[in-house]
């Protein structure tokens, strides 16, 4: 089983930036598929953004497609979402979670889920 630690969530005017990270302990990043999701009160937890095992490939929600960023850090086992041009409707609580395997779109597809980090963005 992994541990996931989300951080760097915030408030932040539209047009802002922000830089999430899931750290990973008890097993290497870089051997699973990493998604990050979001979730906003009242809806379903829906895909934002997901990177291969060692990063080779990345897959994007078609709403933050050329504003937000996914990679790993194997160097220190984490996985970030650099988030650019950020707008109001992102506003939502943000995870990341892990499998083995390849990246899913489906949060029933993933194993291990950490806490959350809420992301706000005024208008």
């Known amino acids: 089983q992994v541990q996931l630690t989300e951080s760097g969530g915030g408030f932040v005017q539209a047009g802002g930036s922000l830089r999430l990270s899931c750290a990973a302990s008890?097993?290497?990043?870089?051997?699973?598929?990493v998604g990050w999701f979001r979730q906003v009160p009242g809806e379903e937890r829906e895909f934002v953004a997901g990177?291969?095992?060692?990063?080779?490939?990345?897959y994007y929600n078609d709403s933050v497609k050329g504003r937000f960023t996914i990679s790993t850090d194997l160097a220190e086992n984490t996985v970030s979402l650099q988030m650019n041009n950020l707008k109001p409707e992102d506003t939502a609580v943000y995870y990341c979670?892990?499998?083995?395997?390849?990246?899913?779109?489906?949060?029933?597809?993933?194993?291990?889920w950490g806490q959350g980090t809420q992301v706000t963005v005024s208008s």
């Open positions: 979670a892990s499998r083995a395997g390849f990246v899913r779109t489906s949060t029933s597809a993933y194993e291990d």
């Open positions: 008890g097993r290497t990043i870089g051997g699973l598929a």
């Open positions: 990177i291969s095992m060692n990063g080779l490939m990345t």
